[in-house]
């Protein structure tokens, strides 16, 4: 139990477009989510926490214009990097916190590596 | 700022042996603290979690979790070639809306034949 999908798994983009990326969580039910980054040789980097129903929670330094998070329903959410810019390749990983079950642990997506050219 | 700290390594040791790895917190209000494994690009996948202090098993990996010294550490015992990994260490804290992670990152586990 406790699958996370993500996809696409990877893309390569021109400089401008906007680029979304989904996460679904398979086999259980998931009120919040959340959006990593994670560069080489560094560690996940928290860049917001998904509500279902509600707006995202963005850390400090994230734009929220730029890096737009839907929450539309218990098993997925969206993000769309807008006007994607070559900084801005990295590896997405999104997770999912369980609803209904105690404990905090987060269950991650495959990930998403991606390009900007 | 919550911080977590790991030492990067590479940590090496020969199959069969124990692996120790370290992980040391700044927030003496965290409740709850996560192992993760990650392999080269791949996403972590959970290991262990542990809430209270002392000792968790499961399998061949122990949590082991000391909040006063604000101290976790994972052992993996008989550790295989596939154990090479880097080990990702998070802790959680309460925002108040909800508990989020703070990653260590990561100390480099290579298990040598």
């Known amino acids: 139990g406790a699958v996370v999908s993500q996809h696409p798994s990877r893309v390569i983009c021109k400089s401008g477009t906007s680029v979304k990326i989904e996460c679904r969580s398979l086999?259980?039910?998931?009120?919040?989510m959340f959006w990593y980054r994670q560069f080489p040789k560094q560690s996940l980097m928290l860049m917001a926490t998904?509500?279902?129903?509600?707006?995202?929670?963005?850390e400090q330094g994230v734009e929220k214009d730029k890096f737009l998070i839907n929450h539309a329903s218990l098993t997925l959410s969206t993000l769309t990097v807008t006007s994607a810019h070559p900084e801005d390749s990295s590896f997405y990983i999104c997770?999912?916190?369980?609803?209904?079950?105690?404990?905090?642990?987060?269950?991650f997506g495959p990930g998403t590596r991606l390009t900007v050219l | 700022q919550k911080e977590v700290e790991q030492n990067s390594g590479p940590l090496s040791v020969p199959e069969g042996a124990i692996a120790s790895l370290n992980c040391t917190y700044s927030?003496?209000?965290?409740?709850?603290f996560f192992w993760y494994r990650q392999y080269s690009g791949k996403s972590p996948e959970l290991i262990m979690s542990?809430?209270?202090?002392g000792d968790k098993e499961d399998g061949r990996f122990t949590a082991q979790l000391n909040k006063a010294s604000q101290y976790v550490s994972l052992l993996i015992r008989d550790s295989q070639p596939s154990d090479s990994a880097t080990y990702l260490c998070?802790?959680?804290?309460?925002?108040?809306?909800?508990?989020?992670?703070?990653f260590g990152t990561g100390t480099q586990l290579k298990v040598e034949l």
């Open positions: 997770s999912a916190r369980p609803s209904g079950r105690a404990g905090d642990e987060q269950f």
């Open positions: 086999d259980f039910q998931a009120t919040t």
């Open positions: 998904s509500n279902e129903g509600s707006k995202a929670t963005y």
């Open positions: 927030d003496r209000g965290s409740q709850s």
């Open positions: 542990i809430y209270s202090n």
């Open positions: 998070a802790v959680g804290y309460d925002t108040g809306g909800g508990n989020k992670l703070t």
